[in-house]
């Protein structure tokens, strides 16, 4: 059964931490996204990725975060220094952009890093 | 700047009655739709697409519809069950663009 899967489901981390969190895609789709949930701006684009490269990461604090694919099986999202308004969930997505065509097709979502800083 | 919007955050309906969730978007360059289901601590699963060179694809009880010229697409669910209830994100793309609006909460009472 194919999945995306993300770690930690939780974390609970006091203001000025680092914080990452990890994604693994489903094995051969080359593109992944981070999203942030927020109840203002839904999910909110933060980086993408396809096969490694970093290919828009314009909706991201480049201050604070970073985004890395340092193998295909592995996504990583990083906090430094971390802030109460990172709080949010936090989702990557992987997919397979489609052949003869511009748009994304379908995207499979993990289960989202539940991040609350104190 | 968001370029996906739901204006409507919630929504109630009865069960068996029609629902109708109402997206908005501002970039032509879109090609592609795509409406996606969100349940409490859990990511969200894709529920229905649709090309821009169509104005209507259907899947059972869900049927979504395109207005190019209106930059609007909706999703309608015929009949409600309560097992709908859920949060609705409409997402649009293009070349290397993926975006969501913020979300529809539909509550269907039984």
């Known amino acids: 059964d194919a999945r995306v899967t993300q770690t930690p489901r939780h974390k609970v981390t006091e203001m000025g931490q680092e914080v990452t969190m990890r994604c693994q895609p489903i094995l051969g789709h080359n593109t992944v996204f981070w999203y942030r949930q927020t109840m203002m701006q839904g999910l909110e684009l933060l980086a993408y990725f396809r096969n490694r490269a970093p290919l828009d990461d314009s909706g991201m604090p480049k201050d604070r975060f970073s985004a890395e694919m340092p193998d295909a099986t592995l996504a990583t999202l990083k906090i430094q220094p971390s802030e109460p308004r990172d709080s949010a969930v936090y989702f990557c997505?992987?997919?397979?952009?489609?052949?003869?065509?511009?748009?994304?097709?379908?995207?499979?979502f993990g289960e989202g890093s539940r991040l609350t800083v104190l | 700047d968001q370029q996906v919007k739901q204006n409507s955050p919630s929504l109630s309906v009865q069960e068996g009655r029609i629902s109708i969730l109402n997206c908005d978007y501002t970039?032509?360059?879109?090609?592609?739709f795509l409406w996606y289901k969100k349940y409490p601590a859990e990511g969200p699963t894709f529920l229905i697409s649709i090309s821009s060179i169509k104005d209507k694809n259907e899947d059972g009880r869900f049927t979504v519809f395109l207005n190019k010229s209106a930059k609007h697409l909706s999703l309608h669910i015929v009949p409600s069950q309560p097992g709908d209830s859920a949060v609705y994100f409409c997402a649009a793309s293009a070349v290397a663009q993926f975006y969501f609006g913020t979300g529809t909460s539909l509550t269907v009472i039984p």
């Open positions: 970039n032509s360059m879109f090609d592609y």
């Open positions: 997505a992987s997919g397979l952009p489609p052949p003869g065509r511009g748009g994304f097709g379908e995207l499979f």
